[in-house]
């Protein structure tokens, strides 16, 4: 019951969210700022989109190129297509329930590749924490790059009093968990020890990789792939092409932590990319209007090729079925 509940929660709760923040949002416009985000919606240079969705489909490809590499590294070939496939299906997966993807990727190769499930799933999990070591790395470098503007993004969205009292509790909470971490012998402690002990061996594998500097030359290609897919959208509306890259990292980053944490940045994405437009001199209903534009692009990209790799890969695996 317990399971139902939290998956029911996982679904309904980031959703609830984004439809929150679209009231939100859409409520502090006036009648004739909704029609100017329309009529900005019909004069989009479209070219562009079409142009950073192919970037971003390379980028697809490229990550499923790297998933082989650690696993041959365990002794498993694995077809690039049913990888390429899977990672499409994962982000199909992930518009509905956050991070279900990664388990029906790990499904996928056990039933297409015999990969068994823990190995395949670790593999992902490790890619996944590398992820987000190299998106804290671009934050770091938005935050150094842009710091000015970063700061009053920040303390637009949370006053210096309240940011200092999150600030001061998170800080506690943090000191609390790792004294907990290090010192207790509870069984459940014991058991995270051993998991977080098997994820930096699989992150720290790579280093020992045969093929290391693909896997790494990949991964400078899939992240590239993912700052030029924005970048080159930023270029569908003449006052957004304009901005520094300054401004594309700030807004990239902005843009892929809403991705990261929730039902793939529904309703999320165009605020914070609006919120943060804001301070490169971007009125909000044209910063509104390039952030709709710029994930629903995301979203039907992963709706098509998720699909169509749904329908495919049980074609194109029917021997091994």
Same mark, same amino acid.
């Given at each position: 019951?317990?399971?139902?509940?939290?998956?029911?929660?996982?679904?309904?709760?980031?959703?609830?969210?984004?439809?929150?923040?679209?009231?939100?949002?859409?409520?502090?416009?006036?009648?004739?700022?909704?029609? &100017?985000?329309?009529?900005?919606?019909?004069?989009?240079?479209?070219?562009?989109?079409?142009?950073?969705?192919?970037?971003?489909?390379?980028?697809?490809?490229?990550?499923?190129?790297?998933?082989?590499?650690?696993?041959?590294?365990?002794?498993?070939?694995?077809?690039?297509?049913?990888?390429?496939?899977?990672?499409?299906?994962?982000?199909?997966?992930?518009?509905?329930?956050?991070?279900?993807?990664?388990?029906?990727?790990?499904?996928?190769?056990?039933?297409?590749?015999?990969?068994?499930?823990?190995?395949g799933f670790g593999t992902i999990v490790a890619e996944r924490l590398l992820d987000l070591i190299i998106l804290f790395g671009f934050m770091v470098l938005a935050f150094f790059l842009q710091f000015d503007i970063v700061k009053a993004f920040v303390l637009d969205q949370i006053p210096l009093n309240n940011l200092l009292v999150y600030g001061g509790i998170a800080f506690g909470c943090c000191m609390v968990a790792l004294w907990i971490y290090l010192y207790s012998s509870n069984k459940y402690i014991?058991?995270?020890? &051993?998991?977080?002990?098997?994820?930096?061996?699989?992150?720290?594998?790579?280093?020992?990789?045969e093929k290391k500097w693909q896997f790494i030359g990949h991964t400078v290609f899939i992240w590239a792939s993912y700052l030029l897919t924005f970048y080159t959208t930023m270029y569908v509306f003449p006052?957004?092409?304009?901005?520094?890259?300054?401004?594309?990292?700030?807004?990239?980053?902005?843009?892929?932590?809403?991705?990261?944490?929730?039902?793939?940045?529904f309703g999320s994405y165009p605020f914070l990319i609006s919120q943060i437009l804001v301070f490169y001199a971007i009125d909000k209903p044209i910063g509104t209007a390039f952030g709709w534009i710029v994930w629903s692009s995301q979203f039907i990209v992963v709706l098509v090729f998720g699909v169509a790799s749904f329908l495919l890969l049980p074609v194109l695996n029917r021997k091994k079925a």
């Open positions: 019951m317990k399971q139902k509940i939290s998956k029911f929660l996982s679904i309904v709760l980031p959703i609830a969210l984004g439809i929150y923040l679209i009231i939100y949002m859409y409520q502090g416009f006036t009648p004739e700022e909704i029609d &100017e985000i329309r009529s900005y919606f019909r004069d989009a240079n479209y070219s562009y989109i079409v142009l950073g969705a192919f970037i971003a489909v390379l980028g697809n490809l490229s990550r499923a190129y790297r998933w082989k590499y650690p696993l041959e590294q365990m002794g498993y070939k694995i077809s690039v297509v049913n990888s390429f496939l899977a990672i499409n299906i994962c982000y199909l997966m992930n518009l509905a329930v956050p991070k279900s993807g990664e388990v029906s990727r790990a499904v996928i190769l056990r039933k297409y590749d015999e990969v068994p499930f823990d190995k014991l058991l995270l020890k &051993e998991k977080i002990s098997g994820l930096k061996e699989g992150l720290f594998s790579i280093l020992k990789m006052q957004t092409a304009v901005l520094s890259f300054g401004a594309a990292i700030s807004a990239f980053v902005v843009g892929s932590i809403a991705i990261a944490f929730t039902n793939s940045g």
